[in-house]
T-cell receptor, first 113, second 113 residues
Framework: AQSVTQLGSHVSVSEGALVLLRCNYSSSVPPYLFWYVQYPNQGLQLLLKYTTGATLVKGINGFEAEFKKSETSFHLTKPSAHMSDAAEYFCAVRKSGYSTLTFGKGTMLLVSP | KAGVTQTPRYLIKTRGQQVTLSCSPISGHRSVSWYQQTPGQGLQFLFEYFSETQRNKGNFPGRFSGRQFSNSRSEMNVSTLELGDSALYLC????????????FGPGTRLTVT
């Protein structure tokens, strides 16, 4: 079975500060990993994904994540937070060959001026 | 291309009633998945349909059912509603089943009173 753990239900940063959202996964097979963002009253938007190849993945809006197999981690980072980044972020894992996503509980990112 | 459409966006029902939610995938997409999002349980997979066949099912009671039509539109039905069924129901579509990116709709917010 696969599972995802996101450390911290809420993360607060100041505008311009580094954003770091943590995600650890458990999977018996090589996983496909995803980060999604959800703004209030909206669905999920894909930020970035890791399937195979380069372990540092760049996504939209300046976000990136690094797949570290030895640490079973896929942390999301952004060098400089913007007010518009305030939203809930979900890490997800999927098995190769399947469409079903297993999500973490989510991390709410709060950005203060 | 238009995105994933879910109707209605908001719904209020009474305990014991039944409800049907609709999802229209992106044009040309044949795979549709449903997820339930609640504050307590987070995002949980309900079912996946591809070419009118249920391909995968999550761990939900039999009161939750779904179907897919020949035009790939999908409906999910919840019978004998309980207060705990109050949630945001998200639909995601993909071009094929398996290893393909899924695109999420805005969701249907169901409130059971």
């Amino acid at each position: 079975a696969q599972s995802v753990t996101q450390l911290g239900s809420h993360v607060s940063v100041s505008e311009g500060a580094l954003v770091l959202l943590r995600c650890n996964y458990s999977s018996s097979v090589p996983p496909y990993l995803f980060w999604y963002v959800q703004y209030p009253n909206q669905g999920l938007q894909l930020l970035l994904k890791y399937t195979t190849g380069a372990t540092l993945v760049k996504g939209i809006n300046g976000f990136e994540a690094e797949f570290k197999k030895s640490e079973t981690s896929f942390h999301l980072t952004k060098p400089s937070a913007h007010m518009s980044d305030a939203a809930e972020y979900f890490c997800a894992v999927r098995k190769s060959g399947y469409s079903t996503l297993t999500f973490g509980k989510g991390t709410m990112l709060l950005v203060s001026p | 291309k238009a995105g994933v459409t879910q109707t209605p966006r908001y719904l209020i029902k009474t305990r014991g009633q039944q409800v049907t939610l609709s999802c229209s995938p992106i044009s040309g997409h044949r795979s549709v998945s449903w997820y339930q999002q609640t504050p307590g349980q987070g995002l949980q997979f309900l079912f996946e349909y591809f070419s009118e066949t249920q391909r995968n099912k999550g761990n939900f009671p039999g009161r939750f059912s779904g179907r897919q039509f020949s035009n790939s539109r999908s409906e999910m039905n919840v019978s004998t509603l309980e207060l705990g069924d109050s949630a945001l129901y998200l639909c995601a579509s993909g071009p094929q089943a398996g290893d393909h990116e899924q695109y999420f709709g805005p969701g249907t917010r169901l409130t059971v009173t």
